[in-house]
Nanobody, 115 residues
């Protein structure tokens, strides 16, 4: 059974930082393209950052220069380092894995940016 489990969310003040983790079981993340998505209340889910199995990355314009996606194949995990957080970054953040026609989602972790 495939599971993606996100962690690291929480409440942070504007300008602060958080590091999200996505741990996988049942699949080998190094073989998958990985991504972080987020969904704010009343909005569609949007792509935040992605990293291919080869290590290429891309980011939403709104987070470029502030967020960094990385992977640790030895730990079968993917991370999202978030800095200079803004209230607009408040959302549930989801980990997503894809390979060929198969895709998997985690359950999400809440990030709230507020003073």
């Amino acid at each position: 059974q495939v599971q993606l489990v996100e962690s690291g969310g929480g409440l942070v003040q504007p300008g602060g930082s958080l590091r999200l983790s996505c741990a996988a079981s049942g699949i080998t993340l190094s073989l998958h393209n990985m991504a972080w998505y987020r969904q704010a209340p009343g909005k569609q889910r949007e792509l935040v950052a992605a990293i291919t199995s080869g290590g290429s990355t891309n980011y939403a314009d709104s987070v470029k220069g502030r967020f960094t996606i990385s992977r640790d194949n030895a730990k079968n995990a993917v991370y999202l380092q978030m800095g200079s957080l803004k209230p607009d970054d408040t959302a549930v953040y989801y980990c997503h894995a894809t390979r060929w026609q198969m895709g998997y989602w985690g359950q999400g972790t809440q990030v709230t940016v507020s003073s």
